[in-house]
């Protein structure tokens, strides 16, 4: 069985900044590709960032310029570092990898942290 467990949540003022983690661990074969995604009350989910295992990233709009995602393969962690953050940041940010396990490959997420960005 896979989890991946977020932490680094919280309340912020704007322009302040976070650092989300998150670790996956269980049966894990290998992870490919991990990422950050968020949703706000009312909203789609939306994806933030994500990286491959060779470290190439993918920003969405939102987090261009403001968010840096980086990987520790060999921990199987995936951060989010996030400045500058605005109120309109404020949501719950769920980690996401592509995990393949002894039943094949999947998408994995985690409980979701919860971003406050608020004065």
């Known amino acids: 069985q896979v989890q991946l467990v977020e932490s680094g949540g919280g309340l912020v003022q704007p322009g302040g900044s976070l650092r989300l983690s998150c670790v996956a661990s269980g049966s894990i074969f290998s992870t490919g590709n991990m990422g950050w995604f968020r949703q706000a009350p009312g909203k789609e989910r939306e994806l933030v960032a994500s990286?491959?295992?060779?470290?190439?990233?993918y920003y969405g709009d939102s987090a261009k310029g403001r968010f840096t995602i980086s990987r520790d393969n060999a921990k199987n962690t995936v951060s989010l570092q996030m400045n500058s953050l605005k109120p309109e940041d404020t949501a719950v940010y769920l980690c996401w990898a592509y995990i393949t396990t002894s039943m094949g490959q999947k998408n994995y997420w985690g409980q979701g942290t919860q971003v406050t960005v608020s004065s």
């Open positions: 990286i491959t295992t060779s470290g190439s990233a």
